[in-house]
């Protein structure tokens, strides 16, 4: 099994900026891909951001847009997001949570029907963002 904790979230004015970060622990020899994903009040759990642990590939939710950047520090075990540019629509929970499944395309990762492929979520943190 693996644990995941996530940190970094908070209230910032829109236009601002939060890097939340995700401590990994546990059995992590299986664990092929990281994973962001949020929760709005009211909505359907929604892919953020996905990283391979093998090649780096990268996979983002169509709204980003580029303000979004997912990374990693192997040596802490640790998975990170930076957001910039928020806006109140990125006000949500926040997750992170890992995958054994050896590849999968942007869809199969963050698509809606991504819950199947991830496991270990962690408790979340909130992020919440003013105009």
């Not at 709204?63 to 990693?72: L, P």
């Amino acid at each position: 099994q693996v644990h995941l904790v996530e940190s970094g979230g908070g209230s910032v004015q829109a236009g601002g900026s939060l890097r939340l970060s995700c401590v990994v622990s546990g059995d992590t020899s299986k664990v092929n891909w990281l994973g962001w994903f949020r929760r709005a009040p009211g909505k359907e759990r929604e892919g953020v951001a996905a990283i391979a642990q093998i090649g780096s590939s990268r996979y983002y939710g169509h709204f980003v847009q580029g303000r979004f950047a997912i990374s990693q520090d192997s040596a802490e075990n640790t998975v990170f997001l930076q957001m910039d540019s928020l806006s109140p629509d990125d006000t949500a929970m926040y997750y992170c949570a890992a995958s054994s499944t050896r590849y999968m395309t942007p869809i199969e990762a963050l698509g809606r029907e991504h819950a199947r492929r991830w496991y270990g979520w962690g408790q979340g943190t909130q992020v919440t963002v003013s105009s």
